[in-house]
């Protein structure tokens, strides 16, 4: 059985109710003391008809293989997660004219994948396609990692992330890779259009074939010593800056390229 643990997760979990939630564990020191933030859960918890156990604090660590649980653990149900065609049926939101997806292309980190759903969830993701191997799974780590936000925002899961690529293309939607050598930078690009943003692997970027399927590669500025931005910080940059784009905002008018020292190499830009 899955676990979730932390206040926040766990309470997004609760009001969300995107998945049935089959028992929550507390810590029986914590429980004991009263604090305002864990009764507020678990007066969710109560309404909704959830069991509530007490535990030692050191069984709750066990549990979720963490110490980061804050007094609180849930025991989740499988959760079943959306496909390509779920996300592709869906209609944009009333409040916004384009669609805007984002795929990950084999991020490894789950503390970079929580991350990237909380940004995404933040900055009005339609939904979010994650590979089924060689890439971080949707584990406790992740969604605490997430604040919660993996609870709300849509995830589906395939086989080939190039493959359903293409189909999002057959569906008239734009595929935005990030890549350090990217020909455009992100804000000259216009985002009011349905769009798919890909982001590659920490520290190598995306794989070569998804890269060639990217129908523009952007890249992000770098102005002090290092090369590149990890992965999560650079796709908050990026999802931001579409947000505030489909928001009324304009892209910036693309700048001229600085003359270079001769035999200089250019400035890398995205990254890890």
Known sequence: MEVLYGLHPVEEALRSGSRPLDHISVARERESRRDPRLEAVLELARAAGIRIAAEPREQLARHCRSDAH???????????????????????????????????????????????????????????????RRAAPLTAVACKASAGASEHIRIAQVVNITRSLETMKRHNIWIVGLEERGATEYTAFDFRQDICLVLGREGSGLHDLVKRTCDHLLRIPMAGSVSSLNVSVAGAVVMYEAMRQRRGGQPAAAPAAPPQPKGAKSRKGLGS
């Not at 496909?83 to 869906?90: K, Q």
């Not at 292309?105 to 789950?110: A, L, N, S, Y």
């Open 70 to 132: 804050q007094g609180i653990v849930a025991f989740l149900r499988e959760r079943k997660l959306l496909s390509l065609e779920d996300l592709l049926t869906l209609p944009p939101p009333a409040d916004r004219e384009h669609r805007f997806f984002l795929a990950l292309d084999g991020i490894e980190d789950p503390h970079n994948l929580g991350a990237l759903l909380r940004c995404a969830d933040g900055a009005g993701i339609d939904g979010v396609l994650l590979p089924e």
